[in-house]
């Protein structure tokens, strides 16, 4: 690898347990570049996506979750959770952008990229 | 040549049939030498649940006897363990100093079942299930009858707690999660089965958290869990999982993660050694169930024989439950994503309950309760990739409809059955029945030929049959029949129906009613949720328990969202009364908190805007202190009381507006109503407080109190209509209550009350209202309600009470520089 280039680097941080997210449910995190939003369905699936609605930047933390999707509590628009894109006869209309985010051993870690 | 030497440490299920695998391929090759930890034969493990039950004996789950590893010159050290593996000198040591040389070393030595680290873990009476000793534990406590506990409802503690059960045991599952077997069910799924359980004997609690085993005299005497809550217990069985056995592996220094590292050939960090079962990990996953073991065996038989180029890629899985009567089967996904698509069949009358998701029209994963016989064929389809896209109408029902029905058009389908062909299974009803009925007595509707022919008239799942019937008999002159408004696009009943027959059949939860009206999407959408939990919280007070993530946002955090994220708060101020103590704690609020906006709002109450969330509970905490509680101005429930000043001041008024508006909403704040509900008291008929616009308003005359109901002044502009005019202050608050109700009982969900009186008519409101008996009835079931609901939510949450929903799950990410 060439040392001068510097690559972007992934860095994990665990911001807590699966368990602290209610089913069909979500948490916020809060960041230097605005809140992240984290989603655990009925399912027990967990995403991440930046907390702001592709339509109004409604904060996509606080709407209803059902099945792998979310509703947005200002205006209904109904977000894919996992690929942020707005469903159904919004499609196409804009997305709120997907987080890095792994689980192990139960615990969340969201990937922020730096350097 | 002389044989090579295999010794295969683990007498279990995968240590055996990595022998039968190598035998078969070739029988000549090695000499087999087999460690056994336990002092049996090898015996079938995922059969101890049956066993527990009593409906196998040990002998019915032996694998191989002694006479099959006499009969094949293995050489079996049955109930000696093995102590240290030699890597260097390829030496195995057992416990008692035996010492024996390999060339090729099979580690199977499987799980242990984890121990939760709770106070009193120690006692006697815990134990775990994994081996027939813990069986024996078992049935030996069963024996003595009592109470058996088992933490994790799980595969395995579901299947313990039920072969206790079945042996006299009263026995309590105790789950972390708020479904059970949450990592192969769905919620749908997961409520039947605990139904399913309850009706063998099984208690159930959900989301409860352990926090410590109590005991007298060393014998185990109750858990005790982190709500305060005590469960008696003569015996605690804790199935919380297992952890892969890895001691040998890490001693000898091979690779180790979550179990020892294999890679594709099953070949462990040293190649001399490979490790198979639950004590592998292969590609980053540990499984605890036995198909990955056979699938790694084959590849493993493979390897050791020559064929090296013999891969082992991961296993799909499934499971099925073995609890006798309970049919339950998962595999693959069971929850939707990206690009996934749910098919949903319901059968309330045989509690069936069936979920496959299909991704790029392929089988990802399925979810059957009740009715798990195409399981096997879901699977596959599944494992094969097939492209389904062509059956997707038919596959809900299973193979054999698929199959009979493949590359069919629909119509011309139902046209090629034959008469005796059953269209309706609840009610045995036959296509020539229908198409008979149809020609024989005229029938034109659905109804009809329900009516006369029982055929769709229970579940309803063969409604489109019926209809294509009608379509083919009738041809054009069949219409498609429009019933009520369904819920949402996930059922077909209308609310009506869903209210009532949550009160008939006693529904009290949601996947409860999703199951009886056979809800067509796995746990609902955005519109039904809510609905569904206000009609259970109005059905059942004081019984069912809210469900907050069924909530909109603003009644989920007792504010209003605003256009930025941040929220609204406005204090109660009984009939728009408010005093100079609670002026001062309002603008102390306002201060400290710097909240940007103060308003005063048209129902006479002081709106504080842009509060940030997770100020909210401070900014609530200092409200309370000052006397004053939530105003439900988020609230589809009671708002706001509105009143003018009334005979206590003004020259014009004729009763006491302002107390009867301060008295009403005294009485019927936090009550949960279909909609908003916003009252107004006006003590003369220049009506200061325009009560003739809002959900029920009073006009107070000389002669008494005129109830009028049904206004409107939103989106939409109506006067109300006068309801009935009573003489007393008393019975003006029987009557408002009463009515309130009623429109609680009967309205839809987001149906305000003018919406409701359209749709029901003001002279059937009227005629109830008007019967004294009828009136008090309705009366009396508002005020029980209401003892479950003038509660202070700010208070509550103040007090700690779903603190998560106001703190942000870190602040770490606050300090990460980008």
Not at chain 2, 120 to 149: K, N, P, Q
Not at chain 2, 481 to 493: A, L, S
Not at chain 2, 534 to 558: I, M, T
């Amino acid at each position: 690898m060439n040392a001068l280039v510097k690559e972007p680097m992934i860095v994990w941080i665990d911001v807590g347990a699966v368990t602290d997210i209610p089913r069909r449910g979500a948490r916020r995190v809060p960041g230097p570049a605005g809140d992240i939003a984290i989603f655990r369905t009925g399912d027990g699936q967990v995403f991440a996506l930046r907390d702001a609605c592709p339509h109004k930047g409604g904060p996509l933390s606080q709407g209803i979750v059902h099945g792998a999707s979310v509703t947005c509590p200002l205006h209904g628009r109904v977000i894919d959770l996992a690929t942020g894109e707005a469903m159904g006869a919004d499609r196409g209309s804009g997305c709120a952008p997907v987080v890095p985010l792994e689980v192990r051993e139960g615990r969340l870690f969201l990937g922020v990229a730096r350097g | 040549m002389s044989k090579q030497r295999l010794v295969v440490i683990g007498n279990g299920m995968a240590g055996c049939r990595a022998i039968e695998e190598v035998l078969a391929r070739d029988p000549d090759r090695y000499e087999i030498a087999v460690f056994g930890a336990e002092p049996r034969v090898n015996y079938n493990r995922i059969m101890l649940s049956p066993v527990l039950s009593g409906e196998k004996t040990f002998d019915e789950i032996v694998i191989n006897d002694l006479a099959w590893y006499a009969g094949h010159g293995i050489t079996l050290h049955s109930g000696k363990a093995v102590v240290k593996i030699d890597a260097d000198q390829r030496l195995v040591e057992a416990e008692d100093g035996l010492k024996v040389p390999y060339d090729k070393l099979i580690l199977a030595v499987g799980s242990d079942p984890v121990r939760l680290p709770l106070p009193g873990a120690e006692l006697s009476g815990v134990i775990t299930f994994r081996d027939l000793d813990d069986v024996e534990a078992m049935v030996a406590a069963a024996d003595a009858g009592g109470e058996a506990v088992v933490i994790g409802g799980g595969l395995l503690g579901l299947e313990a707690a039920y072969g206790l059960a079945r042996r006299g045991m009263k026995a309590t599952v105790i789950h972390l999660m708020d479904v059970l077997m949450e990592r192969q069910l769905d919620e749908s799924a997961g409520f039947l089965l605990r139904r399913a359980l309850e009706e063998r004997g099984v208690e159930t609690i959900l989301g409860a958290q352990s926090d410590a085993i109590l005991g007298t005299g060393g014998r185990v005497a109750g858990l005790q869990l982190k709500d305060g809550r005590t469960i008696p217990c003569d015996l605690l069985v804790m199935a919380v999982g297992i952890r892969p056995n890895t001691r040998l592996a890490a001693a000898a220094g091979l690779a180790i993660g979550r179990g020892v590292v294999v890679d594709d050939q099953m070949r462990t960090s040293d190649p001399a050694i490979f490790a198979i079962g639950e004590c592998a990990e292969h590609r980053g996953v540990a499984y605890g169930l036995v198909a990955p073991i056979w699938d790694m065996c084959r590849t493993l038989g493979d390897v050791l024989t020559g064929r090296t180029e013999s891969a082992y890629e991961g296993s799909l899985l499934q499971t099925r439950l073995k609890v006798s009567g309970v049919d339950v089967f998962s595999a693959g996904k069971f929850s939707g994503g990206e690009g996934c698509e749910d098919v949903v069949f319901r059968d309330a009358g045989r509690g069936v309950y069936k979920r496959v998701v299909i991704e790029d029209g392929r089988v990802a994963g399925a979810v059957l309760f009740g009715d798990a016989a195409d399981g096997g064929w879901y699977f596959d389809l599944m494992r094969s990739g097939a492209d389904v896209s062509d059956v997707r109408e038919t596959l809900i029902f299973g193979q054999a409809v698929t199959e009979a029905l493949r590359g069919v058009d629909p119509r011309r389908a139902v046209a090629a059955m034959p008469d005796s062909q059953e269209i309706c299974g609840c009610n045995g009803v036959c296509k020539g029945a229908i198409t008979g009925a149809i020609a024989d007595k005229g029938l034109t509707t659905l109804e009809a030929v329900r009516a006369h022919t029982k055929a769709s008239a229970s579940c309803g799942s063969c409604t489109p049959l019926v209809e294509q019937l009608l379509a083919l008999s009738l041809g054009e002159a069949f219409e498609v029949q429009t019933g009520p408004k369904p819920v949402c696009g996930c059922t077909r009943h209308g609310h009506d129906e869903t209210r009532k027959r949550i009160v008939a059949e006693g529904l009290k939860s949601i996947p409860a009613i999703m199951q009886a009206l056979e809800w067509t999407t796995p746990e609902g959408c955005a519109s039904c949720r809510p609905a569904l939990n206000y009609y259970l919280l109005c059905a059942w007070p004081g019984d069912y328990q809210d469900d907050k993530q069924s909530r909109f946002v603003n009644e989920r955090v007792h504010a209003n969202i605003q256009k930025d994220g941040t929220y609204s708060v406005v204090p109660r101020m009984w009939g728009g009364v408010t005093s100079a103590a609670e002026l001062r704690a309002i603008a102390d609020v306002v201060d400290k908190f710097a909240i940007p906006t103060v308003k005063v709002t048209g129902g006479q109450r002081i709106d504080l805007l842009g509060v940030r969330k997770d100020d909210l509970p401070a900014v609530w905490a200092d409200l309370n202190a000052a006397g004053m509680v939530s105003g439900h101005a988020y609230a589809k429930g009671l708002r706001t009381v509105k009143t003018c000043v009334g005979s206590e001041w003004c020259r014009f008024g004729t009763q006491d507006s302002t107390g009867l508006g301060v008295r009403l909403e005294k009485f019927m704040w936090g009550s949960w109503t279909p909609a908003k509900v916003k009252l107004g008291v006006s003590g003369c008929p220049r009506n200061c407080a325009e009560a003739t616009c809002k959900d029920i308003g009073v006009i107070c005359v000389d002669s008494g109190y005129e109830i009028h109901v049904g206004g409107a002044a939103g989106l939409h502009i109506q006067g109300t209509e006068i309801l009935t005019k009573v003489a007393g202050e008393d019975e003006a608050v029987w009557t408002i209550c009463a009515v309130t109700q009623l429109y609680r009982e009967e309205g839809w969900y987001l149906e305000r009350i003018y919406k409701w009186m359209a749709r029901v008519g003001l002279e059937s409101i009227r005629a109830r209202i008007e019967d004294p008996d009828e009136r008090r009835a309705l009366y009396d079931r508002f005020a029980y309600s209401q003892r479950f609901s003038r509660i202070d939510p700010w208070a509550e949450r103040v007090a700690g009470r779903h603190a998560e929903e106001f703190n942000p799950l870190s602040r770490r990410l606050e300090f990460v520089q980008p």
